[in-house]
């Protein structure tokens, strides 16, 4: 089994809050924003650490990823081209075959009830493509 530099003691919430305290500045704070809207809209979200470092939040499959870059919070969507979007909020990786995008730059504020709309699309939609068998 491979060391992953002591973080394989760690929970993958753990080294969320830890990203968030390291980061320091205006990202943090919208990481950890964007992240309380996720566990308001779904209590029972899954948080899990990939990809050397992105939070992800999953229900019954994957919800989002939560990438901070130098001047950008990315929230990509992992089924964000099959959510109805009537707030037109994804404002990044549009032209994807599966994939949506929220880009939030500096002083930009999230519209909180949209995002949890999405949250809650996104996980109905991975529901429902595990129970394509049964008929609601």
């Given at each position: ?109 999230v ?12 996980i109905a ?12």
């Open positions: 089994m491979e060391e992953q530099s002591g973080n394989d003691t760690k929970s993958p919430s753990q080294l969320i809050d830890e990203r968030i305290e390291e980061l320091g500045d205006w990202r943090g704070k919208m990481l950890l924003k964007v992240r309380n809207l996720i566990r308001q809209a779904d209590p029972e979200v899954v948080e899990e650490w990939k990809w050397r470092g992105t939070p992800v939040w999953s229900h019954d499959g994957m919800i989002c990823t939560g990438e901070t870059y130098k001047n950008i919070v990315k929230l990509t969507f992992a089924k964000g081209a099959s959510l109805e979007d009537p707030s037109h909020i994804f404002n990044s990786s549009l032209d994807g075959n599966a994939r949506r995008a929220i880009d939030i730059h500096e002083g930009e504020e519209d909180e009830e949209a995002f949890k709309t999405l949250i809650h699309a996104a939609l991975n529901q429902s493509s595990r129970k394509t068998s049964r008929k609601g």
